[in-house]
């Protein structure tokens, strides 16, 4: 089977994700940057804030290996605030630098529609973006499927190229999946979205190329 390391950098939401990745390859938890630099893949989960992800990076020594293998083009898959680290800014209780591989930046929801709630905790439907899901970890996912989010961020790319999946809440659309070559992210929990989560999960691990 395929190895995956989960990114493990100090934030919560670990065990459902190791479930989930476990049905489709040897997924294993990791703080160890020797076990990213063989990983056949990874997996940057998170709930928590920007900043604090970015240091659970730096104080494991974490954020260069991290890099070296998106350098060298293995998948990788962030997760929530995963996600979020994966742009360049964030802008949770001041403003820190990501890890810089999608550019753009990560800002608080802007004034909602009445009674739309932040942190927003809900299932939302997702629409492509400007591009087709063909061969993306959303392939044969159908159009407005709904998935699980708790975010009060949104990923705010800075080429459209890179948004793959959007979606609606309080009266706006915002970005919901990102992709730039093999890195992809999701502000929503594939791990909690049910059997559509688990056809992303599998369709990421599809992406690893075989032996």
């Given at each position: ?12 939401n670990?065990?459902?994700l190791?479930?989930?990745?476990k049905?489709?390859?040897n ?11 063989n ?5 940057l ?23 070296s ?36 930046n ?45 975010h009060?961020?949104?990923l ?9 999946a ?7 659309k915002?970005?919901?999946?990102v ?33």
């Amino acid at each position: 089977m395929k190895n995956v390391s989960i990114v493990d950098y100090g934030v919560g939401n670990l065990y459902s994700l190791h479930k989930a990745l476990k049905k489709y390859a040897n997924a294993s938890l990791t703080e160890e940057a020797d076990e990213l630099l063989n990983a056949d893949a990874l997996v940057l989960p998170g709930d928590g804030a920007f900043h604090a992800g970015m240091e659970g990076l730096r104080v494991r020594g974490l954020r260069e290996p991290l890099l070296s293998r998106i350098r060298q083009g293995i998948p990788v898959l962030g997760i929530c605030l995963g996600a979020q680290i994966l742009l360049s800014k964030g802008f949770e209780f001041g403003a820190w630098d990501g890890l810089g591989i999608i550019p753009g930046n990560v800002e608080k929801f802007p004034p909602l529609a009445p009674g739309a709630k932040v942190p927003h905790i809900n299932w939302s439907p997702i629409a492509p973006g400007d591009g087709s899901w063909k061969n993306t970890i959303l392939d044969g996912i159908p159009q407005r499927t709904h998935v699980y989010f708790v975010h009060s961020y949104i990923l705010n790319p800075e080429n459209p190229d890179h948004i793959l999946a959007v979606t609606e809440y309080g009266g706006m659309k915002f970005c919901s999946a990102v992709r730039m070559d093999n890195v992809y992210g999701c502000q929503f929990h594939p791990e909690k979205s049910g059997n559509a989560g688990l056809r992303i999960i599998e369709n990421f691990i599809r992406l690893i190329p075989s032996l």
